[in-house]
């Protein structure tokens, strides 16, 4: 609480969007004005009374539309996240803490698939297996999580050296312990900051797919299909497609004020 | 210390053990296929005949490492096999449109380092003023922005409102070089934006820890000018750091066209391997996905040597 | 005309930013410094001392700032002086060198170019000029092949090498006045006595007024003809070098001088038990050389054994083959009679236990994410299982032993204490497993002088009172003296002596053990220069 009181006025508005976002994602079926898949009019309309932000390419009210794709969009990205911050983290601390060959055999499976650019990886994995929510969430993950190991392990490396590690080492205790308890805590701010970075990477990531076409496949709700879906639009001079793609900034800005604010904390600490 | 110039040749060993992997991976990934390849790809109701066809194309009746043998050495080659979506040679689709997707990145390259290294270093000097801080608010915006909400904005205003560039970035040979130009600088000023933001940031921060340094101090202290110190201190030692920004972000660069060409329309090697790969047509997509991977790690080899060659204690350790 | 007093300071404050808001740190100090004098600025960390030795050229580290006062540089002030004014005296009329000279030189330029950059940008001679003088001065402060030392890079000199090559570089301009900020505490005591010889040579034979800035008063003494006493930024004393030693005023001053004598000798050697055994270990850390060799050594209950030996001697490495971080590759260690697997992972738990370790730094030794009662308690649960009440009872009670108050520290985040009190923390968090032998190693050289001390008393304390036996590993020959029953000296990774106490320190020693203790700074004004008188002497016959 106190920090939020300190806090500086780019935090706070970051603060505001990101719960903003997450209020309408949660209580989409409540706010939106049409369902998901409901066509309410002509094709590409003006903002009217009965379609706040008009229509889409099939006439849906794009504003549903907007609200359940923050829906689709955020809950997706949350998933990957969390999935690729558990496997980076662990293995990584166990990298970190156990060191010698765990560590070699890790790491140079890790550099392998870090020489492979991350979007091309995906769409080769895309292109075998073919596009369906489970192969989007573990692909991303999977490749996301190389970037949290190498953080991690770079963090619990830097405690690891530190010498109340050493004495816990010398107590006999055990991997759970040292890591659970005598790193986790320390590494925690750097790990919070790099969970934004992260969200900010597979939100973009997974916005970017589906912009490609081989994201969430319709009639779903997202944001980087609408726009995909919604581009030729913008030849006529209609700015529907902006809409989507501004949501999209509009959230990924917001994290990425709180994680600097973070990042800042977080180095202000070391001082 | 060892000399740097083995430190450089392990280095691109390194790389290119990485590239045979990467190959390795490419090719398994294939054969990992849960079923059979050819009912996956083409389907329950395939006929006899375009089962035979496909099977024939990616050499199926082979043992695997045969096989793999035969698709590195025609690769290297330059025989990409054949297209399964219409039967071309893979070679005749990738060449020309790997060539306009480096005439893109170069353009934006071209743009983008000069810019960002020079607003960078300004950001350094003149840091928590005024304009570091507006620098730093609009990076961090265009890092958050999906390339293609930069696109479509860049569309908006120079396409559809003022008409000076073409929405569609159409490229071909009988262009001259100024048309060519023309028609890429949105594409380019799009991907500008996305690097521009990256490799700024990262170089402000490189020279900040170097202005941090006690020898900026002590150099101070012995009364050195300021600009003095920036060029004769700051400088030589921040140049390892900043070339490794650069060229890492050009890898990046590489990976970021695919989006671009596609809302563009560019004819270019990205939009190649995105239409490969809603199609599946799996030999174009091995062997694009090879060439921006070997692009890709090829430019962080770089990235590494030329900072090494850069850092002063490893030049200086070959010189003495 | 040119004033009596070079350098003359008037109720100077400075303040710093942190903690959102500008706190004092250095508080009304007026000085005054006349050409060809030394004066010597001591006081522990926090003192303020090298914030006033940069204000003495105008410069303030960033985070700070020249809050009131005067500054008068040779009748020039200044406070408030234009950034170009203060440029043109930096380096020209007030030189600085500072206490990490890898740090301080740049690693793209060669030495000669450094030392040249300063009178050729001042515009008072060319480079070929100033490299002559160079050459020349190299020679005067004993740097090998003063000719061609300056075309190398500083990675390439030795610690002491670079720092005698800055001391070097701060005489380019011919100033008149040099700052030295605690130019030999990186360095080993053998490497501190060449580096003082240099600023002796410059200060002394050169007429140079100089501001010597450290923690040691043994040091300041050999250099200095007035020293002033800090303490909080504010000033405790000042006086004439040989009246300050002998008649200190100020009781702070008298507790600095104190001499350490804390244990009484003990000669029984051979009546107590053997707790530890080192016999013929090696240990390697890449496999093929040996970082230690043939290391034979024993430890008695009851007693301390203090482990002496400079930077990469191999002391640490000692210690963690005892630990077991780093298994012996040869040779056997026996713990209370039994054999000790080599290997960390195989020892049992009560062997563990019984074997504790304090450590150098106590910051980076405690969690900062926990609160002192999880960093005792955790061994009480760990070992014995206490836990509840009971835990909190015993948690308490080594509190009190290690004199701090249990209600007010016990909930305490590590972060929160002092140096001192970390370091007490941690010799609970050893006390709590109920240890028969206790590895400190330099448990103190990270503390200030008058806290390092109490420390000493408390482990001399809870060494009578439970019988502990200590492996004591230091470079500081004072602690040793204060406080070991037998001394253990390494070089390069072997033993080259031990024995009692009283054995080692008296004559005749092993040529390094001399060499050793006759570097260790005595509280005596003619001490370095007798030294130096000798050593020439010998060098000669």
Same mark, same amino acid.
């Given at each position: ?35 998901e ?13 009965n ?19 923050a ?20 293995? %990584?601390?166990?990298?970190?803490v156990?060191? %010698?060959?765990?560590?070699?055999l ?14 091309i ?39 690891? @050296? ?95 004020l709180?994680?600097?604010w ?10 | ?26 090719f ?107 620098i ?15 696109a ?43 690097v521009?933001?990256?490799m700024?940031?990262?170089?402000r ?32 030692n ?11 972000n ?5 990976? %970021? ?8 329309v ?55 | ?13 400075i ?13 009304d ?12 600025l ?48 930096r ?33 008072i ?22 000719e ?29 006045i ?77 507790d ?8 009484e000798?003990k ?19 890449n ?5 230690l ?40 260690i ?79 985040l590590?972060?929160?204490?002092s140096? %001192? ?29 008058? @806290? ?76 370095l ?13």
């Amino acid at each position: 609480m106190n920090l939020l009181i300190k806090s500086p006025l780019s935090a706070r508005i970051g603060l505001c969007i990101v719960l903003f976002n997450i209020i309408v994602a949660i209580f989409a079926p409540l706010i939106a004005p049409y369902s998901e898949t409901e066509v309410v009019g002509d094709v590409w309309e003006q903002m009217s009374g009965n379609s706040l932000l008009g229509t889409d390419h099939l006439g849906r009210d794009l504003m549903s539309r907007l609200i359940f794709g923050a829906r689709n969009t955020i809950a997706l990205a949350f998933i990957t996240t969390m999935l690729s911050f558990l496997s980076g983290t662990t293995l %990584g601390f166990v990298a970190a803490v156990k060191g %010698g060959w765990i560590d070699n055999l890790f790491s140079r499976i890790i550099d392998i698939i870090m020489a492979f650019p991350t979007l091309i990886f995906a769409l080769m994995i895309l292109s075998v297996m073919g596009s369906s929510v489970m192969i989007l969430i573990v692909t991303i993950a999977m490749l996301d999580s190389t970037r949290v190991y190498r953080l991690a392990r770079a963090v619990a490396m830097d405690i690891e @050296v530190m010498d109340f590690v050493e004495v816990a080492r010398l107590r006999g205790e055990g991997l759970w312990w040292i890591m659970r308890r005598e790193i986790l805590p320390n590494a925690m701010p750097s790990l919070v900051a790099e969970f934004g970075l992260r969200f900010c990477f597979v939100f973009l990531f997974i916005a970017s797919l589906s912009f490609l076409g081989l994201g969430l496949q319709p009639p779903l709700a997202d944001w980087g299909g609408m726009v995909r879906e919604n581009a030729g639009a913008i030849t006529f001079g209609i700015f529907i497609p902006l809409i989507p793609a501004a949501a999209i900034a509009f959230l990924t800005v917001g994290v990425n004020l709180i994680v600097d604010w973070f990042l800042h904390l977080a180095s202000g600490m070391h001082n | 210390m060892k000399p740097v110039i083995w430190l450089i040749l392990r280095r691109a060993g390194f790389g290119f053990l990485t590239i045979i992997v990467i190959s390795l991976i490419i090719f398994i990934g294939v054969e990992l296929l849960p079923g059979d390849v050819a009912e996956a790809v083409l389907g329950q109701n395939a006929t006899q005949e375009t089962v035979e066809a496909f099977r024939k194309a990616l050499k199926l009746e082979l043992p695997p490492h045969v096989r793999y043998w035969v698709w590195l050495t025609d690769f290297v080659q330059g025989d990409f096999g054949r297209s399964l979506a219409n039967g071309r040679e893979v070679s005749g689709l990738i060449g020309w449109r790997f060539a306009n997707t480096l005439f893109l990145a170069l353009t934006t390259a071209a743009i983008a380092i000069p810019l960002s290294v020079m607003l960078g270093m300004m950001a350094a000097f003149y840091r928590n003023t005024l304009f570091d801080k507006v620098i730093s608010i609009t990076t961090l915006s265009f890092i958050s922005f999906p390339e293609f909400f930069i696109a479509y904005i860049l569309i908006t205003l120079f396409s559809v409102q003022f008409n000076i560039f073409p929405s569609m970035a159409n490229i071909n040979e009988s262009m001259t070089l100024v048309a060519k130009l023309h028609a890429v600088l949105l594409p380019a000023l799009t991907l500008t934006c996305v690097v521009t933001a990256h490799m700024m940031r990262q170089t402000r921060a490189a020279i900040i820890n170097v202005l941090a340094s006690a020898y900026i101090e002590m150099a101070e202290l012995k009364g050195i000018r300021r600009l003095r110190i920036i060029m004769r201190h700051a400088f030589p030692n921040s140049l390892s750091p900043v070339i490794n920004v650069v060229a890492l972000n050009l890898a990046y660069l590489i990976v %970021g066209v695919v989006i671009v060409e596609v809302v563009f329309v560019y004819p270019g090697l990205g939009q190649l391997l995105v239409d490969s790969v809603s199609k599946r047509d799996i030999p174009v997509v091995q062997a694009s996905g090879l060439i921006f991977a070997g692009a890709y790690i090829s430019l962080n080899m770089m990235a590494d040597i030329l900072s090494m060659l850069a850092n002063p204690r490893l030049r200086q350790s070959q010189t003495s | 005309m040119k004033s009596e007093n070079l350098l003359q300071i008037r109720n100077l404050f400075i303040e710093g930013f942190y903690e959102n808001q500008w706190n004092t740190i250095v508080d009304d100090i007026s000085l005054d410094l006349k050409r060809g004098e030394v004066l010597g600025l001591i006081g522990e960390s926090g003192a303020g001392k090298s914030t006033i030795g940069l204000a003495a050229m105008g410069y303030t580290r960033q985070g700070c700032r020249l809050a009131s006062g005067s500054i008068k540089l040779d009748g020039m002030e200044l406070f408030g002086a234009s950034e170009e004014q203060l440029r043109s005296i930096r380096g020209e009329k007030i030189a600085y060198v500072a206490q990490s000279a890898a740090a301080s030189f740049n690693p793209s330029h060669r030495i000669i170019h450094q030392y040249a950059e300063g009178p050729v940008q001042h515009g008072i001679m060319d480079y070929e000029q100033a490299r002559k003088n160079a050459v020349k001065i190299y020679d005067r402060l004993f740097l090998p092949d003063p000719e061609k030392i300056g075309l190398k890079y500083p990675h390439e000199l030795s610690g002491g090498q670079l720092q005698r090559a800055m001391v070097a570089m701060s005489m380019s301009c011919e100033p008149d006045i040099i700052v030295f900020d605690e130019p030999t505490t990186a360095l080993d005591v053998t490497t501190q006595i060449e580096v003082l010889a240099s600023v002796k040579e410059i200060t002394e034979k050169m007429n140079k007024a100089a501001l010597y800035i450290t923690h040691d008063l043994a040091v300041v003494a050999q250099v200095a003809h007035r020293i002033m006493v800090l303490r909080n930024g504010g000033l405790v004393e000042e006086g004439e070098t040989r009246r300050l030693i002998k008649k200190p005023k100020e009781k702070y001053t008298r507790d600095l001088l104190s001499v350490r004598t804390l244990s009484e000798d003990k000669n029984d050697e051979d009546k107590t038990d053997v707790i530890l055994k080192v016999k013929d270990v090696y240990a390697t850390y890449n496999g093929v050389d040996n970082v230690l060799e043939d290391i034979n050594l024993t430890v008695r209950q009851g007693r301390t054994v203090a482990l002496v030996g400079e930077s990469g001697s191999g002391k640490s490495t000692l210690a963690r083959v005892i630990t077991g971080m780093l298994p012996a590759t040869r040779g056997e260690i026996s713990f209370l009679g039994q054999p000790l697997s080599p290997d960390l992972k195989h020892r049992d738990k009560n062997n563990l236990r019984r074997l504790q370790m304090i450590y150098q730094m106590p910051d980076t030794a405690l969690n900062p994410k926990q609160t002192v009662r999880t960093v005792i308690g955790r061994p009480l649960d760990f070992y014995f299982g206490t836990r509840g009440k009971e835990a909190e009872k015993r948690i308490r009670d080594l509190l009190t032993r290690i004199e701090l108050e249990p209600a007010k520290y016990i909930d305490r985040l590590t972060p929160e204490l002092s140096g %001192g009190e970390k370091q007490r923390i941690c010799i609970a968090r050893a006390l709590a497993a109920e240890p028969d032998f206790i590895i400190c190693d330099e448990v103190t050289s990270a503390l200030d002088q008058l @806290v390092a001390e109490g420390i000493l008393a408390l482990l001399q304390d809870l060494q009578r009172e439970m019988n502990i036996s200590y492996l004591f590993i230091t470079h500081d020959l004072a602690t040793v003296k204060a406080i070991a029953d037998k001394i253990v000296i390494m070089l390069e990774g072997r033993i080259i002596e031990q024995g009692e106490k009283t054995e080692v320190l008296t004559p005749p020693h092993h040529a390094y053990t001399d060499k050793l203790l006759a570097s260790v700074p005595v509280m005596d004004p003619d001490w370095l220069d007798n030294l130096l008188d000798k050593r020439a002497s010998t060098f000669l016959s």
